[in-house]
């Protein structure tokens, strides 16, 4: 009976590794998808303010919404600790917020698209400015200082 526990535990442990064990560390991808996240972002901005043809933005835009989808998928449990990650344990105990936060930049990106797809400068200011507030409130509660 020990013996199967002790295999039991064996296997869950193995089962749990097994992001790592791939050679995939699920705290590097998500923290190496938000530096590209952060770049288009501040290329979007950069283009916003230059006034030009946003039609431009319509991809950069849609990788946000698409990043905003995958990001829940991006923290699974076992990835709370290791690579200085600055995740809060607040997005493992309350999925449900965090999976929100991620929805309303998704939302937030979503609207950018339409925006830029007709070229309505005033609609995509609004709706950027929605994207930059999805960012700061996930962050204010799930991720450290
Ligand atoms: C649903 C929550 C959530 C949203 C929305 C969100 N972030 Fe984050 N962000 C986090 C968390 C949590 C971390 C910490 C990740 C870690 O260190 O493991 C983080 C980390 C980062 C980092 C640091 C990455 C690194 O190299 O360590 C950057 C840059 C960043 N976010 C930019 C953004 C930008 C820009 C937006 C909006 C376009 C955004 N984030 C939206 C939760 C979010």
């Avoid at 609004?126 to 799930?142: D, I, L, N, P, S």
Wanted: hydrophobic letters at 50%; aromatic letters at 6%; glycine letters at 10%.
């Amino acid at each position: 009976m020990k013996k199967t526990v002790a295999l039991l535990t064996v296997a869950l442990l193995t089962a749990a590794g097994v992001a790592r064990a791939d050679g995939l560390d699920p705290i590097e991808i998500r923290q190496t998808g938000l530096d590209l996240l952060n770049g288009d972002f501040a290329g979007i901005k950069v283009a916003l303010a230059a006034k030009g043809d946003l039609k431009t933005l319509e991809f950069p835009a849609q990788a946000i919404q698409r990043f905003a989808a995958l990001m829940p998928s991006l923290f699974p449990k076992g990835s709370e600790t290791g690579h200085n990650t600055k995740a809060l344990p607040e997005v493992w105990s309350d999925q449900a917020g965090f999976q929100k936060a991620a929805a309303n930049l998704g939302d937030a990106a979503g609207k950018l698209v339409v925006a830029v797809k007709v070229n309505d400068a005033d609609a995509a200011a609004a709706a950027f400015k929605g994207v930059g507030e999805a960012c700061g409130a996930c962050h204010r509660t799930y991720r450290a200082k």
